[in-house]
């Protein structure tokens, strides 16, 4: 039998107890949207100091989501971005989301920081560019389609090389690349409507201290199947 390489996800510190009690852990939620791939999927703890894997050693490597911020350049995140630097290199194949999407644009020499215009939370519609319909990631997208988000900062500079295949009202770099092997996304194709109510419950009193209409939030959520179908292409392809 041929042993299949992983797809390793790189864990970028734990959700707060209330969401981990009831839903896990980040590694957890991306096991359950990777359902459509036979691939073994290892877990690495980077918030923990384990050690991260070598390029070629797996099929795909996630820089999950976090509580952290970038630009806190806590000791781990920073030992993560230059392995990341690395993997770029490499050509093995890389995949951030939120946390992930804005260390690696820090690693290549992007800017991070907090978003001028509040945090974007909820579901929220993005759009294509035209080099994101012609990405062979995307080509079962629709020009235009919603996902779950929750950030405060985010890349407000792309480094050198990138290409902007997605944008929301509020973010213009919701989907990113960086050549043939390097995907990110500002947005969160591993949530689930309960984990998205879930974060918003969590963060209920400074929305509501900041005029978010929350009820009205946690009703607009349903099922968004199409993110899902993003990051199983990506690491699938």
Not at 21 to 48: T, Y
Not at 69 to 91: H, K, P, Q, Y
Not at 152 to 162: D, I, K, M, R
Not at 163 to 177: A, E, K
């Amino acid at each position: 039998m041929i042993r299949r390489a992983p797809i390793v996800v790189v864990q970028a510190g734990r959700p707060p107890a209330a969401l981990r009690n009831l839903h896990g852990e980040q590694p957890d939620w991306f096991k359950a949207a990777l359902c459509e791939r036979d691939s073994p999927i290892m877990v690495v703890r980077a918030h923990a100091n384990e050690p991260l894997p070598e390029p070629g050693s797996f099929a795909c490597a996630i820089i999950t989501g976090s509580w952290s911020m970038v630009t806190d350049r806590e000791d781990w995140s920073e030992r993560l971005a230059e392995w990341t630097r690395m993997i770029v290199s490499s050509g093995s194949r890389l995949l951030g989301v939120c946390y992930g999407h804005q260390l690696i644009a820090h690693a290549l020499g992007g800017e991070v920081d907090y978003h001028p215009n509040g945090r974007e939370i909820g579901p929220k519609q993005i759009k294509l560019t035209d080099s994101g319909l012609q990405s062979p990631w995307l080509r079962n997208s629709p020009p235009s389609f919603s996902a779950f988000l929750t950030h405060e900062q985010s890349v407000l500079q792309l480094p050198e090389g990138a290409t902007v295949l997605g944008r929301s009202q509020h973010d213009p770099h919701q989907i990113v690349s960086y050549g043939h092997n390097i995907l990110t996304v500002q947005f969160h194709p591993e949530f689930t409507t309960d984990i998205m109510r879930a974060c918003i419950e969590h963060r209920r009193d400074k929305l509501v201290a900041d005029g978010e209409e929350v009820d009205r939030l946690l009703h607009s959520i349903e099922s968004l199947p199409i993110p899902k179908t993003l990051i199983n292409a990506f690491c699938g392809g």
